[in-house]
């Protein structure tokens, strides 16, 4: 018997199996796929490893500014992007695979299913035994009644990490993170892009001023972006996809290549757990759980994707080493705030209420500090001047929300984060000091205009 068992070996069955096996516990990890889960092998890390590719091809085309000639003529070759991206990949794998081996997790290759609250069937009938069972099995890709992914002209986000042989005309359902990324990565690898949306806004939910300029940025990059917008029937016919939209105003066709299915995710529970037990879902489908991420059956925990949104890895993470701490030393579980990013040059972060939500709270009282990149002296110079650091505070200053949209957006939204965690007013980050120059210190003139004391704007 094992003192933990971890169901999905995405993010949080690796991390949360080697924090608990690091603090005494025989801990093990069940997972029928590849180690790292979709995060590794098909999401976070080979689109991060093809917008890589997508930036420098940008960056390339914007050289001319700078003195550097023939940017404009650099091309790709799409089967090495493919065959780095595999290495990244298959480097990142053989690492958790050692991080495993070095701290005793036993790893189990194959599909298992939660049949008691202590007891782990295998495909192949074995049982294993397990003091607590976290169910951590992630997401899968959405589709939608009537557009069905085949994988070749039709495609989801895991086919679309193949970006060899390269389309001419991409149209991409759905202006989600997945989405607006993919629509990113191709536009810049040579295809000519169409992004079509049925909410009013590019990645849904988020703040909608940075989303705008996002969307606008977007465009100046030739991507065509149509929001609010229906997509109806999705046909192939000799080797082109023929669609049809709809939106408020008109109706219109088009024919593409390929299209990208990027409309969601959706919670892996099929032969997850005997039905008969007590674990129960929602609506959606996500499995239920109490404050602590406790399911309806005693010893068995559910984390990550599989519980609901945020559908974010390091949610997933950071929610497994709290069930390991819950188990060990009875801490209550409890629910930071968690910050969210789109890979986009620019890049959009974000955490904590939106300007919308913050309103409906505060109304008229509600403090909005903006600093534009434009102003900033570190944007002007490696010419990233596209972007608007926002933050929203109370009438007291504490701050509720933050929300960038520029370049390195997400590596600059911890200290952010860490206010909006912390219930952190904006003075007291003012007493930092950011080095000059850089694009952190716009986050402190964001800041700075909460409190009245913003320099450069």
Known sequence: MVDIAFLGGGPAGYEGAITAARQGLKAL??????????????????????????????MAAGGRRYGLQGG????????????????????????????????????ENGSGRVVAGDTIRMQDGREIKARHIVIATGSRMAELPHIKIDEERIIG?????????????????????????????????????????????????????VAAILAAEMKKQKIRIHTATRTG???????????????????WDGEFDKVLLAVGRRPVTMDVFDPALPI????????????NLKTGLEGVYACGDVIGQPLLAHKASHQAM??????LHGRPVHHHAVPAAVFTNPEMASVGLTEKEARERYGDELKVGRFPYAAGSRANAVDEKAGLVKVLAAPD???????????????????????????????????LTFVHPTLGENVWEALAAICGRAVHI
Not at 35 to 57: D, E, N, V, Y
Not at 280 to 291: A, M, N, P, S, T
């Open 280 to 291: 129960q879902l929602d609506k959606q489908g996500f499995i239920q759980v109490d404050e």
């Open 72 to 107: 404009e003529g650099v091309s790709l070759d799409p089967e090495a992007l493919d065959k780095q991206k595999d290495r990244v990949v298959s480097k990142l794998t053989r690492g958790i695979e050692f991080l495993l081996k070095e701290n005793a997790v036993e790893w």
């Open 29 to 58: 990890v069940v997972e029928k796929h590849k180690l790292g889960g979709t995060c590794l092998q098909w999401g976070c890390i080979p689109t991060k490893t093809l917008i890589h590719a997508a930036r420098m091809l940008q």
């Open 322 to 327: 709290a069930i390991v701490n819950h188990i």
């Open 157 to 209: 986000s895991r086919q679309a990490l193949n970006v060899s042989p390269l389309p001419g005309r991409l149209l991409v359902i759905g202006a989600g993170a997945i989405g607006i990324e993919n629509a990113f990565i191709y536009r810049w690898l040579g295809s000519e892009v169409t992004v079509v949306e049925l909410m009013d806004q590019i990645v849904p939910g988020s703040d909608m001023e």
């Open 397 to 431: 200053n504490t701050v509720l929300g933050a929300h960038i949209v520029g370049a390195e957006a997400a590596e600059l939204i911890p200290p952010l984060t860490l206010a909006v965690e912390k219930g952190m007013k904006a003075d007291d980050l003012l007493n």
């Open 233 to 251: 029937s999705v046909r192939v016919e000799n080797k082109v996809v023929k669609a049809e939209f709809e939106s408020a105003d008109k109706q």
